[in-house]
């Protein structure tokens, strides 16, 4: 390999039974890079975490992990990637101490290195404290974050983290993205995210969407609202057909849920206020602003040409 | 393969032991009842110097019946920890798979024996037994708690919940204990029923058991018991690991969370 490349997958495919849950998927993604994976729920994003993680072998394809082949030495992989599931996989019954000292122990971490590490996580997530506590007394966001200490503790090369932020608020939220640029910062590690929260995929280097185990765009979060549109265009009104007749001619056809409809500008020279007046009481509302990555999203999986309105 | 991945899942599980010491204390409750309200029971239609006898009879039984629940409720931890999740966390740790279900059997077999000792005390307490009766019976009881840790390990690894587990307990561990010879000599049982004892490994540990207590009718020989333990373990240990091994075992783990 030229390049050096943390993660590289070449017609990687898994199947269930009849259904193609990731299909011919080839990735190639450099060392110490932040890469998001994108997608609607189901779209195959756990079973290629799990693939590349050795949790379930690929049906068909390969994949390398920092140039070692994963179906070749499983437990070398698990050795080199940090995992950090969708669903915490921590000892409720049991304390922060108590289940990091047995994930240690699970990497062969002699006690003193594991103490050490672990003081150290603790700290850069605000738990030092907290050691000796049950898990069933912390937060949400407490666990995940013992989740996430746990998946780092053998300083892994690739840290995959599924879903890191599901089901937290926005403090808490905040608060993983911290530790995990901290991560990123202090031990170079490269990153492989999947998350629904697509505003937290902006810091990455690169994104990818995929839906029904296909990549569908991919990326520099930047570069992609670049090229989606320079505005989106949202309007409100209780006559959508008119308004939808009156302005696909110029911006194209647009996303419509009920009585909002959004449309993407390619052009940067749009005279909204005069578009203010012609449509005139016909509109509720409307606004125009850059594109995110939400609308990337959306324009993907859920555009008039995909014939699937939301 | 380094041993602390081992040392980390079987200390586990002791502290988690001796952390419910209710539940321990508890698991005396069961071999008593059988002993002292069964035994006595059952002793009472004896006539005379039989009625002694069938308590002694029945120790060697009621030690391999509590080595029989110890064991296969132990081993359920490898079907608990996939419910909970925590099964996660070692299946992704730098170990071949198969480690996993061996460390749970050595645990497995270690919670058996822990019971095993404090029933032998208190038995010893009692006066139904000498200490020379105690550590005669130390070594096969190690032999009867591996096979039955190895049973243990052979249902949680076909199990894919604790509902399932508890199913196929029921259908196990009654059958398996009643036809052991544990509670009535072999040879008067009905014929067909005979054969059944004689394909149940659990009987073996029985017999094995039943040979360190002086006075008490054994039904195969020392090296048939032996031999049929250590070949029914080994092959169970092996084909629990290789099924553990393959990825469809823990497709309800994984496929939850690809949700």
């Not at chain 1, 907290?130 to 840290?159: N, Y």
């Not at chain 2, 204390?25 to 009472?44: A, H, K, Y």
Request: charged residues 15%; aromatic residues 8%; contains cysteine.
């Amino acid at each position: 390999m030229a390049r050096n490349l943390a993660i590289k997958t070449e017609g990687l495919t898994k199947k269930f039974g009849q259904t193609l849950a990731v299909n011919k998927l080839d990735l190639e993604i450099e060392a110490g890079q932040f890469y998001g994976l994108l997608g609607p729920n189901g779209a195959g994003k756990s079973t290629t975490i799990h693939m590349l993680t050795t949790m379930t072998a690929a049906t068909s394809g390969e994949a390398w992990i920092a140039g070692q082949q994963v179906s070749a030495d499983p437990v070398a992989i698990r050795r080199t990637v940090g995992l950090v599931f969708q669903d915490s996989a921590l000892d409720r019954t049991m304390s922060i101490d108590e289940n990091l000292q047995f994930a240690a122990a699970m990497y062969n971490l002699a006690p003193d290195v594991a103490n050490k590490r672990i003081d150290e996580l603790l700290s850069v997530f605000g738990l030092q404290d907290k050691r000796k506590r049950k898990l069933v007394s912390l937060s949400g966001g407490q666990r995940r974050a013992v989740d996430i200490a746990r998946g780092v503790l053998h300083k892994p090369k690739v840290l995959f983290l599924d879903e890191p932020t599901i089901g937290l608020d926005l403090p808490n939220r905040r608060s993983i993205w911290r530790f995990v640029e901290q991560l990123r910062r202090d031990e170079g590690m490269t990153v492989f995210l999947t998350t629904h929260y697509l505003e937290e995929a902006a810091a990455c280097d690169h994104v990818d969407f995929f839906q029904q185990g296909q990549l569908q765009r991919g990326g520099k979060p930047q570069q992609l609202m670049q090229q989606l549109a320079a505005y989106i265009l949202e309007v409100n009104t209780p006559n959508p057909e008119n308004v939808i007749a009156q302005l696909t001619p110029i911006f194209g056809s647009p996303i419509r849920e009920d009585e909002d409809l959004s449309f993407k500008i390619s052009a940067d020279d749009v005279d909204f206020h005069q578009l203010q007046q012609t449509l005139g009481d016909s509109i509720a509302s409307m606004q125009w602003r850059k594109p995110n990555l939400n609308d990337i999203y959306l324009w993907t999986f859920c555009s008039p040409e995909q014939g699937k309105i939301a | 393969m380094s041993w602390r991945p081992v040392k980390a899942v079987v200390g586990r599980e002791m502290s988690k032991l001796f952390r419910q010491r209710a539940r321990l204390i508890s698991s005396m409750v069961r071999p008593m009842i059988w002993l002292l309200v069964i035994g006595s029971g059952v002793g009472s239609m004896l006539q005379g110097s039989q009625q002694d006898g069938y308590l002694t009879f029945l120790v060697p039984g009621i030690l391999a019946m509590t080595l029989l629940f110890a064991a296969l409720l132990s081993a359920l931890t490898l079907v608990y920890d996939k419910e909970f999740g925590v099964m996660r966390m070692m299946m992704i740790a730098p170990i071949a798979h198969y480690w996993i279900v061996l460390s749970k059997l050595i645990a497995a077999t270690l919670t058996a024996m822990v019971q095993a000792l404090l029933l032998l005390i208190l038995l010893l307490v009692m006066g139904l037994i000498s200490v020379k009766i105690a550590l005669a019976l130390l070594l096969p009881a190690v032999l009867t708690a591996i096979c039955c840790a190895a049973i243990g390990g052979l249902i949680a690894v076909w199990s894919k919940s604790i509902d399932n587990f508890a199913v196929i307990m029921n259908f196990f561990i009654f059958p398996v204990f009643f036809l052991s010879g544990a509670l009535y000599p072999v040879n008067q049982l009905p014929e067909y029923l005979h054969y059944i004892v004689v394909i149940n490994p659990f009987s073996y540990g029985v017999d094995l058991l039943k040979h360190a207590v002086p006075n008490v009718a054994t039904d195969f020989s020392i090296m048939t018991d032996i031999t049929v333990l250590i070949g029914f373990s080994v092959a169970a240990i092996f084909i629990a690991c290789w099924q553990f091994s393959r990825e469809s075992v823990h497709a309800p783990l994984f496929q939850r969370m690809s949700k």
